[in-house]
């Protein structure tokens, strides 16, 4: 399973962007795709997730900020983010627990994305 990952940038504070995770490769399930986040001398935190069920997470500094989304039809995961704050700047990684049909599930990462937020 291979995720893409896209749409980090540099944006003021209070500007928007939005992150795409694209999912693909061999015949696969998904059973939680989203966003984790690492800051300079932090560890690496959820931001978004959401379950093959549909259900979401989100970490309590970005509920209200960010909305998580996905397209099934293109295996496809969005990361609306609205409103950013410096502190959201980090490398953002999509993942995924997931499985190609008939072996186990594993935690598979996508190549990070910066985003940056200026005061």
């Known amino acids: 399973v291979q995720l893409q990952a896209s749409g980090g940038g540099l944006v003021q504070a209070g500007g928007s962007l939005r992150l795409s995770c694209a999912a693909s490769g061999s015949t696969f399930s998904i059973k939680g795709i989203g966003w984790y986040r690492q800051a300079p001398g932090k560890q690496r935190e959820l931001v978004a997730g959401i379950s093959s069920g549909g259900s979401r997470n989100y970490a309590d500094s970005v509920k209200g900020r960010f909305t998580l989304s996905k397209d099934t039809t293109k295996n496809t995961v969005y990361l609306q983010m609205n409103s950013l704050k410096p502190e959201d700047t980090a490398v953002y990684y999509c993942?995924?627990?997931?499985?190609?049909?008939?072996?186990?599930?594993?935690?598979?990462w996508g190549q990070g994305t910066q985003v940056t937020v200026s005061s």
């Open positions: 993942h995924a627990d997931a499985q190609v049909v008939g072996g186990p599930y594993y935690d598979y």
